[in-house]
């Protein structure tokens, strides 16, 4: 019995330890980028706009046509008309023929745009450029999805933190309350001070609880994002970001201006609108087309024909695109104006992101420095406060209130020093460096 009880606890503590996992930062990143729909859905949507180009590129290719008939005829009547005199000098008359049992038709034919208005060169620049900013969006949706993970990882560690630190003080708490159960019934603490104690426990029980939600509400979240088992707890410890984060240069303004996919997309979308008002005006002009083609027929009993070949050029002009193109071209125009005033919005709001996130890493430096010294100060002030409380010279509000203080400088110095990441990932998304951080290649 013994040895089944030890092998129920050995197999147990396997699962949970199956269950759990510690996955560096950079890991998570590149499991995200790999599973991540989003991330498959903007590289299929890539390859959609990279066979609709190859796809528009075919039409600068002659077009052959091959085609073939084969018809049996039943009881046909037949007339020849015999166009030449007769040795009596008469005029023509017509001749009856045996009836046709079948017809034989064959023909090839090849025809290549010569000249179309730079049509079709522009049409295939356009579909280019649309790749070109589709590929750029599936780049855009990679950082996108990389910040996921960080700021998973950043409120995953706050919450874990929190939970460590509401557990520690609970475990005081519960056992001043022991403590002073024990003084009270002993006469030597008055009733309402118990109930303080009681009171400061049971507030600390509601933080741990919630604290133990969130937990499970972001595990839950991030595993789901990496498409792992729902009952994988992941484990974030401050070594999971790369040691050498902070020593990764950040660009400037304008090097995010160069560097942010979503503004290169709407660059490649620019020229695609460009080229398609060069398309829309292409109806302006002829198109000249060179053809080519052979035919071959046989009529049963009537007449064959074989190797009837021919060449020609083919010129055609819409004169009715004169009145009815200027709509077009406007609309394409209208189109161009659309994507340009986007990329002068979306310029400015870089900006602001870039000097947004540099001002939010510089305060969240700040703000760890404060926080760390107010551990410091709180610890000694706890120290003081519990030595005056033990010598009669403080009363319990002064202990509860200074423990409280003592655990409230805890957590902001765990929340601090996640933030001093966050804020650095922030700024490397806003600038558009965060996959080349992770030392990720971009597709």
Partial sequence: MKYNALALVVFLFAISAHAQTNLSLKEAVQIALSKSDEVNLAHTKAATKNYEAQSVKMNQYPDLKLSGQYMRLTAANMTMKNAQNNESGSTAQNEETEAPKYVALGQASVSMPIFSGFKLHNSVKASEQLYESELAYASQTQQETAMKVVQFYADLYKAQKSVELFRESLKSSHQRVVDFSAMEQNGLLARNDLLKAQLQESSIQ?????AEKNVRLINYSLVTL??????????????????????????????????????????????????????????????LTLSGGYIALDLDNVVRVDNAMNVGVGLSYNLSSLFKNGKEVKAAKSRALEIQTQQSILTDAIKTQVNAAREGYELSLKQNNVYTQAVAQADENYRIVKDKYDNGLSDTNDLLEADVQDLEAKINQAYARANVALKFYELLDATGQLTQSFNLTQN
């Fill in 206 to 210: 509601l933080s741990l609880d919630e």
């Fill in 226 to 287: 990496l498409k792992m088992a729902p009952e994988t707890k992941v484990v974030v410890r401050e070594d999971n970001i790369d040691p050498n984060l902070f020593a990764f240069g950040v660009g400037t303004e304008a090097d995010a201006l160069g560097q942010r996919k979503d503004l290169a997309a709407l660059g490649h979308l620019k020229q695609a609108s460009d080229a398609n008002i060069k398309v829309a005006k292409a109806a302006y002009f002829p198109s």
